[in-house]
């Protein structure tokens, strides 16, 4: 296990259905992420908080939004998803700063029907 | 525009070969690097992190080099063994962005006993 938690991680849901994905960390990192895995294709940032503001945002869906309550929770709201979101969601966390490690959990699998 | 390659996609050997994995950037400007190691469904787990200034580190039986200059690096896994086989992905961090990590499409490597 890593300091990164992520629930749930497997998620069924319908193109009309609202749910939404939590990320944990306990590291004391100030800065998270959600990235998309697609198959055959690189990670994808999505967001980006640092101390609880977002400071990137990649062109994503309005369908997917972001909330980070405080430094330590993460999570993306989920609305009218399209079959080809169904992807690999992957949480991050760093410390605040240019060169330092990013840590990842373990993903949520996501399967839009 | 930051574009990141790993060569070979896939990659099979005998149990107790050494063996590398290859990692290239287009744009010199970075931060660091970081390889990871992913295994079928799961998230990433961080194995090294090199920053710019250095030129390798190394973690048991794995060696990660960087060459800035011509937007490379490797990562040697000696004596592998099966519990090595998973998808290797490297990733950096350009300057001009405190948090972006690109990443290439990763090499998924098979040890066999």
């Known amino acids: 296990e890593t300091g990164v938690t992520q629930t749930p991680r497997h998620l069924v849901m319908g193109m009309t259905n609202k749910k939404s994905l939590k990320c944990e960390q306990h590291l004391g990192h100030n800065a998270m992420y959600w990235y998309k895995q697609s198959a055959k294709k690189p990670l994808e940032l999505m967001f980006v908080?640092?101390?609880?503001?977002?400071?990137e945002n990649n062109s994503v869906p309005s369908r997917f939004s972001p909330e980070c309550p405080n430094s330590s929770h993460l999570f993306l709201h989920l609305h009218t998803l399209q079959p080809e979101d169904s992807a690999l969601y992957l949480c991050a966390s760093s410390p605040s700063g240019r060169a330092t490690e990013a840590f990842f959990g373990q993903g949520t699998r996501l399967t839009v029907v | 525009k930051q574009e990141v390659t790993q060569i070979p996609a896939a990659l099979s050997v005998p149990e107790g070969e050494n063996l590398v994995l290859n990692c290239s950037f287009t744009d010199s400007a970075i931060y660091n690097l970081q390889w990871f190691r992913q295994d079928p469904g799961k998230g990433l787990t961080s194995l090294l992190l090199i920053q710019s200034s250095q030129r390798e580190q190394t973690s048991g039986r794995l060696n990660a080099s960087l060459d800035k200059s011509s937007g490379r690096s490797t990562l040697y896994i000696a004596a592998s063994q099966p519990g090595d086989s998973a998808t290797y992905l490297c990733?950096?961090?350009?300057?001009?962005?405190?948090?972006?990590?690109?990443f290439g499409k990763g090499t998924l490597l098979t040890v066999n006993p």
């Open positions: 908080y640092s101390l609880e503001e977002r400071v």
């Open positions: 990733a950096v961090r350009p300057t001009g962005s405190n948090y972006k990590l690109t």
